[in-house]
């Protein structure tokens, strides 16, 4: 059965035990991508409660094993601080060099792919090993403070990881008592193969047979993701489970107001948002680049592209790194932290999300959340995120999406218009969690 869980105002009794695995690997990991920022609203929201019924699931030398809340917190606080999340966007050097290459003050690319703006800088090495000496000293003091799992708990695994390794839910089986529950991002890899390695596709299709099998409950974020679950369940004859539609909880800073930024706002340009990988389509975008460079010359806006280098992408960056008509254009942004990012969207004249399939699409409901409008591909995610302010279209529909940006191009910029008024809780943190928490408590 699926549900769309109402508010609840009461914090549930029973304990929850978080995963935090993936969350604790954020040290590897110079800043945060979509997954991560939602482990890091779970981490923030369940690991700042001050309850003895919450503890978290981390991997240690003998395994998996529940730990105390606030040696988690001292983890998540830890690679916060690493991912530069509670830094200004002023401070954060890769910012710098996208805000100076905006405003002709930096090439927008590098003359090579190991130029300043395709890859983040790297990180000297004594703060590289002072990073990797404050993550080992974290962990050791967490791995010392072990903890027992209680009669009936709720085990939240949200990071799908790892999901595809069976050993590691090996304790589930002793432990018949124990809820657990997974959030399910999306079956893309299963649904669409041809756009992620091989690799992926087998370890997304045993994270799903591990969910069929042990899972207690899951939780998606929309309606064609639950129905995808529901199908793939039902062909491995696997009664269904209880599942929770409920749309991805946006970043604090992202509701935040909107900071003006006199040499990004000078003039237009645009961000794209996510790892560079065919399913996005920057193929498309780079291409309608190439046009607006050819018909308006210096005067063309320009496009972030905010997001590393993914896989099956050669023809991507081949027109990255050899077009010429797009060199000046076109800003490879790595390695931003999530203030850069809000910084980013809120004095652009659009996000673009052209891809050809999504589970969600967290970057458009962090650009809705923040007042930024959005051109986004027609697919079930988006239509069903009915906020004003979102442009759907074809993605194949190229001349739809060059009038579109043309239109945004010269068009008043967003932030110089009334904004239309939203509901309270929509894109909420606060609302997200509590209608978590009711799903938790019928389990």
Sequence with gaps: MTETAQPHSMQIDREIVLDVCHLSLGFFRATPVGVDRVDASFAAYFLSLEVPSRKAMLLTPMGPR?????????????????????????????????????????PAQANSPSGSLQTPRRRPLKGALRSGFRAALLHAAAWRQREAIGIGAVYLNVSQYPLWVPSYFRWLYKRPDVKPVFMIHDLL???????????????????????ARIGAGVIVSSRAVADALLAYLQKRRREPMPILIQPLPVSPVFHEPREHDEQLAARPYFVICGTIEPRKNHLLLLNLWRELARSFGPAAPKLVVAGGRGWENENIVDMLERCPEIRDHVIEAPGLSTPSLKRLFDNA?????????????????????????????DLPSFRAMNEPGITR???????????????????????????PDRPRDTFSSEAYFRRIEAFLATL
């Excluded at 916060?80 to 002023?90: L, N, V, Y």
């Excluded at 074809?394 to 010269?410: E, F, K, M, Q, Y």
């Design 66 to 106: 529940a730990i105390g809340g606030a040696a988690a917190r001292a983890i998540f606080e830890g690679v916060q601080t690493h991912w530069r999340e509670f830094q200004r966007p002023e401070d954060d050097s890769a910012f710098s060099r996208v805000r100076d290459a905006l405003a002709g003050m930096a």
């Design 189 to 211: 890899p299963i649904e669409h193969p041809e756009f992620f390695r091989s690799q992926s596709v087998r370890h997304h299709a045993g994270g799903l047979s591990v969910c």
């Design 349 to 377: 004249r659009a996000v673009l999300m052209p891809s050809f399939a999504e589970g969600y699409g967290l970057p458009v409901a962090e650009a809705l959340a923040s007042g930024t409008p959005v051109l986004a591909s």
């Design 393 to 419: 279209l074809d993605p194949l529909d190229g001349l739809g999406w060059l009038a579109a940006i043309r239109h945004l191009s010269g068009a008043p910029a967003h932030w110089t218009q009334t904004r």
